[in-house]
């Protein structure tokens, strides 16, 4: 396997493919809880975006909820825009297998129809069992499972990347 780069070397090549992608339109951020929304977070900064944040869970459209259960610790989500007709990019820290998209993009059309939802994620590891790929992307690592990716953020705001 190709040895991990640097999570912030990572950060930065996403940040730069969303600005180039997103420029001259009102994009709405959603950061899929927990590692989508801490990238969600810096790259809403960074862009200096004028919508307000979104972050969502995606634990009660999961198709695999009775096997995992709810997370130890649940958030919830929280859309302080108007969904209806947004253009949104939905951010996630690592795309496996799709179920967490899909299940993230359940969750949206709950609250209205979008026109238009990108997907953009800090490492895809490829193994996709859904038929999803992110828009935007810092970079591509095949992972086997059950190794996983794990990211990290710093008391600082930055991130780590570690394989489990």
């Known amino acids: 396997m190709t040895p991990l780069p640097d999570a912030e070397a990572i950060y930065a090549r996403l940040l730069q493919a969303v600005r180039d992608g997103a420029a001259g339109r009102d994009i709405a951020l959603v ?5 989508g929304a ?3 977070e810096r790259l809403h900064r960074d862009l200096g975006l004028s919508r307000p ?5 995606s634990a009660f459209h999961r198709d695999d909820y009775g096997q995992r259960g709810l997370p130890a610790e649940m958030k919830g989500t929280e859309l302080p825009f108007e969904v209806e007709g947004a253009d949104i990019v939905l951010v996630d820290d690592i795309l496996f297998t799709g179920r967490t ?64």
């Open 53 to 57: 944040l979104g972050t969502l869970s």
């Open 101 to 164: 998209v899909r299940a993230a993009i359940n969750e949206l059309f709950d609250y209205g129809r979008p026109a238009c939802i990108e997907l953009a994620v800090l490492v895809d590891r490829g193994g996709r069992e859904l038929p999803f790929e992110a828009r935007y992307c810092g970079a591509v690592h095949p992972l086997r499972a059950p190794r996983a990716f794990v990211l990290e953020r710093g008391g600082d705001g930055r991130f780590a990347l570690t394989i489990e």
């Open 31 to 35: 950061g899929i809880h927990s590692g």
């Open 38 to 40: 801490w990238v969600a």
